[in-house]
């Protein structure tokens, strides 16, 4: 196969697999089956009724929707298939995905956080198809997560795909238990950032910063 030119040296497995692993259907129906019942549980607890037509089917919507969809980034077998090129053309420069749309779950209350993030690297050997950049971000944030270690697992995912320290991340988001409970402000937003090698010197730190949309 090849894009741009340029000769397609590796397919793998994200993260680190050269084997295909078989999805683990067995597995997930029975996680949305578990999850069903002690989701109809929770509701029952709080004094729903599931015999209301409205409620009826949420306990199965929610355990499928966490199983197959939101939380689909703790099963590897979900990960996304990864295509790298050889930098033929011997591109040195930072390479930017910005203003990727970035969902995941708060761990501390089972609510969504949601944002921006940016990706960049400066490539060495190999470089990789755009649009994995943003499934990459998508898989690793689709589990459970505080915003402070996704970002820092982006960047040590990408250090590892891309075989190089210079990776810088930036991810701005909006957490739903910060603005719909407790303090209720919906304006704030969270920053995190990830910057190795190159990216933690103030030059290419400054020249990361001021690229992305903010
Ligand atoms: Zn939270």
Do not use: W
């Not at 053309?89 to 930072?94: A, C, L, P, V």
């Amino acid at each position: 196969m090849k894009i741009n030119g340029e000769k397609n040296i590796e397919t793998v497995l994200f993260p680190n697999n050269t084997m295909r692993i078989e999805p683990q259907e067995d597995d997930d129906i029975e996680k949305i089956e578990s999850i069903k019942y002690h989701f109809g549980k929770i509701m029952e607890a709080l004094g729903l009724n599931l015999d209301d037509p409205s409620l009826q089917k949420t306990p199965e919507r929610v355990a499928k929707m966490y199983v197959n969809d939101v939380f689909k980034g703790l099963n590897k077998t979900n990960s996304p298939k990864i295509s790298f090129f050889k930098n033929t053309s011997g591109y040195q420069e930072m390479i930017l995905v910005d203003n990727i749309t970035l969902y995941s779950y708060c761990e501390h209350h089972f609510v969504p956080f949601f944002g921006k993030a940016a990706v960049a690297y400066i490539p060495k050997d190999r470089v990789i198809g755009l649009s994995k950049i943003n499934r990459i971000v998508q898989f690793v944030a689709s589990k459970p997560q505080i915003q402070e270690r996704l970002t820092m697992e982006i960047g040590e995912k990408f250090k590892e795909l891309l075989k190089t320290e210079d990776i810088a991340i930036y991810i701005e988001a909006n957490h739903l238990c910060v603005a719909s409970r407790g303090v209720k402000d919906d304006n704030s937003m969270t920053t995190t950032t990830f910057f190795g090698g190159k990216f933690r010197k103030n030059k290419m730190k400054n020249r990361f910063l001021t690229s992305i949309h903010k």
